[in-house]
Antibody, heavy 126, light 107 residues
Framework: EVQLVESGGGLVQPGGSLRLSCAAS????????MNWVRQAPGKGLEWVSY?????????YYADSSRGRFTISRDNARDSLYLQMNSLGAEDTAVYYC??????????????????WGQGTLVTVSS | IVMTQSPATLSVSPGERATLSCRAS??????LAWYQRKPGQAPRLLIY???TRATGIPARFSGSGSGTEFTLTISSLQSEDFAVYYC??????????FGQGTKLEIK
């Protein structure tokens, strides 16, 4: 059974930093792309960042996180990370890690998110 | 690509059919997924490829559409189906984009 368990959330002051972790089990972690998705209070789901599988270490960020957030993975530890710097109130949200699944065609890949963790709450407030 | 879901809230009685809509601002082919979100739980994949049910999803859930217009139909609502539903396009990315959600509530 696929399991994704996030940790590292908490209360942080504006301008501060946090490092989120996602521990994966139940699948060959290195073979799959991974993502961070967040949900602010009362809002919908917002994709934050993507990292490719070990065969493709492509990284992408949403405009809202580029330059402040860094996604990384440690395939030896079956873990995904999100380093978040210069946090603001707008970053307050539950952060989910999500496993990518999909196909490639014509040189492009198309991935949906087939497993999600329970999320970790990040609150940015003074 | 902007994903727009309608209605924002849908009130339906148990046992009845629910039809949720999702519109893309430009064609996403059939690269569309639907997710269910219950309070305190992880989002759950229901449908991918616009119409393929994910593993373990009951047959009462069905998806249809392509291009810019998509529909999620729940044929006979069960109590556990009352939740928020999101569509997501994965055709033109980054970024992946989600609709704002449809809350399905008990009438």
């Amino acid at each position: 059974e696929v399991q994704l368990v996030e940790s590292g959330g908490g209360l942080v002051q504006p301008g501060g930093s946090l490092r989120l972790s996602c521990a994966a089990s139940g699948f060959t972690f290195s073979s799959y792309s991974m993502n961070w998705v967040r949900q602010a209070p009362g809002k919908g789901l917002e994709w934050v960042s993507y990292i490719g599988s070990s065969g493709d270490r492509t990284i992408y960020y949403a405009d809202s996180s580029r330059g402040r957030f860094t996604i990384s993975r440690d395939n030896a530890r079956d873990s995904l990370y999100l380093q978040m710097n210069s946090l603001g109130a707008e970053d307050t949200a539950v952060y989910y890690c999500a496993k990518g699944q999909g196909y490639c065609s014509g040189g492009r890949c198309y991935n949906w998110f087939d497993s999600w963790g329970q999320g970790t709450l990040v609150t940015v407030s003074s | 690509i902007v994903m727009t879901q309608s209605p924002a809230t849908l009130s339906v009685s148990p046992g009845e059919r629910a039809t949720l809509s999702c519109r893309a601002s430009q064609s996403v082919s059939s690269n569309l997924a639907w997710y269910q979100r219950k309070p305190g739980q992880a989002p759950r994949l229901l449908i991918y490829g616009a119409s393929t049910r994910a593993t373990g999803i009951p047959a009462r859930f069905s998806g249809s559409g392509s291009g810019t217009e998509f529909t999620l139909t729940i044929s006979s609502l069960q109590s556990e189906d009352f939740a928020v539903y999101y569509c997501q396009q994965y055709n033109n990315w980054p970024p992946y984009t989600f609709g704002q959600g449809t809350k399905l509530e008990i009438k």
